[in-house]
């Protein structure tokens, strides 16, 4: 099996294509090092062309470390409890999957006490209007964020710690309108909130990105909630810079894999809806603690 590995375009130069590989027979360690090296360096690769079944999903995906259950169990999919579905798909008069999955920057599960090393989203349904796919990723390099921040800034910001919490976003997107399930005392239980800190180090590259997301992060410890709101709007607005972001136009067989320690995300939701259907499988790896 020869890959291809080509930089992807755009301002925010980060990220890769990886054309030439059938993860569907699995992955020789030649070729899982390979794409796993060009994690590394891109933080965000996509395989092409993919045609997996959820046991082949899963089984590559534990190459990369031991999958995490989610919290919000009900959208995982029959029988794979490491597959979380995202999808605006109605059957039976209940949602398959979220349809919105996370409008607001995030890094997946930084609300755990070992966040995700990195996820690995597999589209098998895109939404296809007038030509156009629809239901795009926004993509932020945090390390070069974190890089390009004010010195003054940066000195504030370092040694910083912030709370991340699961359930305050989760239902500010209820009172919001989004179609969720109430989370139970149980799914609340799973994801008591964590402090972690504002920078944080990538543990294999040893590069230092914005760790503070949009989505999940209440405050800053150890501030007023005044400078607690400021350095967090200002580090937002850095995040989600065109200087630092990469859009992801998807394509059905794509096999996105990102790095959730140097990498935020969000999803572009709003320029679809059924009966143009969106399906889509993640499988989230878990991390190491934060440093």
Not at 48 to 67: I, K, P
């Amino acid at each position: 099996m020869t890959l291809t590995i080509k930089p992807l375009s755009g301002k925010a130069r980060f990220g890769a294509e990886i054309i030439g590989a059938d993860l569907s027979h699995g992955a020789s360690d030649a070729v899982y090092g390979e794409i796993e090296d060009a994690l590394h360096e891109h933080l965000l690769v996509v395989v092409r062309e993919q045609n997996l079944t959820a046991d082949q999903h899963v089984q590559f995906s534990r190459r990369f470390g031991v999958l995490a259950d989610h919290v919000l169990s009900p959208y995982a999919l029959p029988g794979h409890p490491e597959i979380y579905v995202v999808s605006n798909i109605v059957e039976n008069g209940k949602p398959i999957g979220v349809a919105d999955a996370g409008p607001k920057w995030h890094s997946d599960f930084c609300y755990r006490a070992r966040p995700s090393r990195c996820s690995l989203l597999y589209a098998l349904e895109v939404p296809v209007i007038d030509g156009v796919p629809r239901g795009d990723t926004l993509f932020s390099n945090t390390n070069a964020a974190y890089e390009a921040l004010p010195q003054a800034l940066r000195k504030r910001v370092d040694g910083l710690h912030a709370v991340f919490s699961l359930t305050q976003s989760y239902e500010q997107r209820i009172q919001n309108g989004a179609n969720l399930l109430p989370l139970t005392e149980e799914q609340k239980a799973k994801a008591p909130d964590v402090e972690h800190p504002v920078i944080r180090t990538n543990p294999y590259t040893g590069r230092r990105g914005i760790f503070a997301c949009e989505l999940n992060t209440k405050n800053i410890v150890d501030v007023s909630a005044t400078e607690s709101r400021a350095l967090l709007d200002e580090l937002y607005a850095q995040i989600a810079s065109p200087d630092y972001t990469y859009r992801h136009q998807w394509r059905a067989g794509d096999l996105l894999i990102w790095d959730n320690v140097s990498t935020q995300h969000r999803a572009i939701s709003k320029d679809y809806a059924l009966p143009h259907r969106r399906r889509m499988h993640r499988t989230t790896v878990r991390g190491h603690a934060v440093f």
